[in-house]
């Protein structure tokens, strides 16, 4: 790997990075949707490339299962296998054992699994994790850690914690004895829960091991924990990671994440949310998700976003047809799945050019204005439009609702994103402007 951090924003600490692999450069930030079987759903690898994505990230333990090692050796890999010629991440099987809970036995040599297709068991240990990502060839190797759910407390988390260390000496020791340094880079992952102090000891420990890892990762986060506890582990992560090495937050997807976590200094996330969401017919724009399934949808001829350069939006694909089509047609998973991931593209290419710009933290504001906002852009109806309408807000609700994480997490790199903004409301909560709760009256 060869890792060039080329611009720095001034105010926070987000940064713009130059990362070679063996498959190319991949500029960060980025986001990388997630191929769980060695496939987006319902596009193949020529139309993700097609799209300008540059990294994906595939599943070690679901691979494992099916098609199995075997045929990975025999293709030359996951790369040929599945026709993808640009960089590849694999995660090493430790959410599975957060995911999969009731399947998995955890003991110091790893990871019994009970097979959910066939009930055989499968031991998965640090090795045997690094063996498996060997066979499939990702450019980039997650260790084995010891995950527990984001919410727990007590011993388990700081016996957790600690295993993941001693897991990673076991993958190093693994992955140097089989010579695969040069094209396959190792990725340490730090664990310790919400517990600061498990944190910073972990942290110490995974840095201590610097020379022997390509980057780190921020595990054990974006399992339901409150969102001021997320951002403030992210910041104390990011504060104490080495600066020469891409940083990765793993599981974050939401817009809002994605940008609070690069001011705070992440390079690269990942998460199933924008491919997920978008068989469930939600798009994503950047005045929030829009919910394709609202019968507000049925006439009205304007694509998602008139600016996406996606091929759904640029060939003028109605909302009103993919209304008519979504949930009932696969064409329409595949639209919104085209249009959402050139999306998450598209925001983190504006975030880096604001980075080298210099004008990232007026990005920042200008973008949650119209995220948070209240004249809905966007969001609204050919009906709307011809009759001057906003959607409706709250009674007595003066302007933009932002929620109270996005803003502490924000100020705490110098960006007040209430600056200058006029009758603004600050919330607990998410924020998050989501389309549900009329869905089944409004269908």
């Given at each position: ?22 498959h ?9 949707p997630?191929?769980t ?10 139309q993700?490339?097609?799209?300008g ?11 494992n ?13 996951a790369?040929?296998f ?43 240990t640090?090795?045997e ?29 700081e016996?957790a ?8 000496d ?12 040069k ?16 944190r ?137 799945t085209?249009h ?18 210099g ?29 001057k ?23 705490s790199v ?14 607990d ?15």
């Open positions: 790997m060869q890792f060039e951090v080329i611009a720095k924003c001034p105010t926070t600490k987000a940064r713009v990075s130059r990362m070679t692999l063996a190319g450069t991949t500029m960060l930030p980025t986001f990388m997630v191929a079987q060695a496939a987006i759903k319902g596009l193949t690898a020529q993700m490339e097609a799209l994505i540059t990294l994906i990230l595939n599943n070690t333990y679901h691979l299962l099916r098609p199995g090692i075997a045929v990975f050796d025999a293709a030359g890999g790369h040929r599945q026709g993808w010629k640009r960089n590849l991440l694999t995660d090493s099987g430790g959410f599975q054992l957060v995911s999969l809970s009731h399947f998995t036995k955890i003991t110091e040599e790893g990871a019994l699994f009970e097979s959910p297709f066939t009930g055989e068991p499968t031991m998965l640090p090795e994790s690094i063996s498996i990502q060997h066979s499939i060839g990702a450019d980039i190797i997650m260790q084995l850690d010891d995950v527990v759910p984001s919410l727990l407390t007590g011993p388990r988390v016996e914690t600690w295993r993941s260390v001693r897991w990673l076991r993958c190093v020791a693994f992955h140097e004895k089989n010579g695969r340094g094209n396959q880079n190792l990725f340490a992952i730090v664990q310790g829960g919400l517990d600061t102090r498990l910073d000891s972990c942290l110490e420990e995974m840095i201590k091991r610097r020379d022997h890892v390509s980057g780190y990762a921020v595990g054990g986060l974006s399992g339901g924990e409150a969102k001021d506890d997320f951002w403030r582990v992210v910041n104390q992560c990011t504060d104490k990671l080495p600066a020469d090495k891409p940083r990765y937050c793993m599981g974050i997807g939401f817009a809002e994440d994605l940008l609070v976590c690069v001011a705070l200094g992440i390079d690269m996330a990942d998460c199933v949310f924008p491919t997920r969401t978008a068989r469930f017919g939600v798009a994503l724009t950047c005045s929030g998700p829009l919910n394709l399934r609202l019968a507000k949808h049925a006439k009205d001829f304007d694509p998602i976003d008139k600016q996406c350069p996606c091929p759904t939006c640029s060939s003028g694909t109605s909302r009103a047809f993919l209304h008519h089509l979504v949930a009932e047609e696969t064409v329409a998973a595949h639209a919104v085209q959402n991931i050139v999306f998450q593209a598209t925001l983190m290419g504006r975030v880096r050019d604001a980075i080298v710009a004008t990232f933290p007026a990005f920042l504001r200008a973008f949650f204005l119209t995220y948070f906002g209240g004249d809905a852009g966007d969001r609204r109806t050919d009906s709307d439009r011809k009759n309408n906003i959607v409706k807000k709250d009674e007595g609700e003066a302007g933009p609702t932002y929620p109270k994480w996005c803003v502490d997490a924000l100020r110098g960006v007040d994103i209430l600056e200058g903004v006029v009758g603004a409301r600050v919330i909560g998410s924020g998050a402007r989501w389309e549900y709760a009329n869905a089944a009256a409004d269908n």
